[in-house]
T-cell receptor, first 121, second 113 residues
């Protein structure tokens, strides 16, 4: 498909287990974002990738969270030793550009995936 | 960093009424303000955006206004319809070299038929 694809759509895990969430952005989009959506908490920024630049990890809540983006395309968000407070919907988004003034940044529109709902028991 | 406040958290209106959602931001360098609509169980989608060089933008029944001096912007929906029921998020993005929008906490709009 042409949109942002995320998997799994639902994940139930036990406290202490590791989980991996995958995001396949729109082809040609150089910017990729991970957000977390908890009930009543809006969209919390986690991490941002732009091309080959070093990722902006300033939103990661703890060192249990990490993410990588291979080949400038697919990204994986990993949560180690999951806790109950990690339960949320994890949203991935991609956009055409990232750096101010870069070509293709006609709009700042983020295209979101359907999200991965994580439940930690 | 940027901080975006959004009000109200819940808004209930009758079909045909207008709805207004307000947001304030803290970083005077922010220059791009999008609004996203998230229907129940769906992904957020951009419905309208405004840049800091304009004060108002309209698209059919929706409009956004921006007051740079006061650092606030608002979403206006006229002639509301039941299909407008959703959670609406405002966001602000700076010009510091990266495109990381900061989102408000969202407004749940309920339009009663």
């Amino acid at each position: 498909g042409a949109g942002v694809s995320q998997s799994p759509s639902n994940k139930v895990t036990e406290k202490g287990k590791d989980v991996e969430l995958r995001c396949d952005p729109i082809s040609g989009h150089t910017a990729l974002y991970w957000y977390r959506q908890s009930l009543g908490q809006g969209l919390e920024f986690l991490i941002y990738f732009q091309g080959n630049s070093a990722p902006d990890k300033s939103g990661l809540p703890s060192d249990r969270f990490s993410a990588e983006r291979t080949g400038g395309s697919v990204s994986t968000l990993t949560i180690q030793r999951t806790q109950q407070e990690d339960s949320a919907v994890y949203l991935c988004a991609s956009s055409l550009g990232g750096l101010a003034g870069a070509p293709g940044t006609i709009t700042g529109e983020l295209f979101f995936g359907e999200g991965s709902r994580l439940t930690v028991l | 960093g940027e901080n975006v406040e959004q009000h109200p958290s819940t808004l209930s209106v009758q079909e045909g009424d207008s709805a207004v959602i307000k947001c304030t931001y803290s970083d005077s360098a922010s220059n791009y303000f999008p609004w996203y609509k998230q229907e129940l169980g769906k992904r957020p989608q951009l419905i309208i955006d405004i840049r800091s060089n304009v004060g108002e933008k309209k698209d059919q029944r929706i409009a956004v206004t921006l007051n740079k001096t006061a650092k606030h912007f608002s979403l206006h929906i006229t002639e509301t319809q039941p299909e407008d029921s959703a959670v609406y998020f405002c966001a602000a993005r700076g010009s510091g070299g990266s495109y990381i929008p900061t989102f408000g906490r969202g407004t749940s709009l309920i339009v009663h038929p």
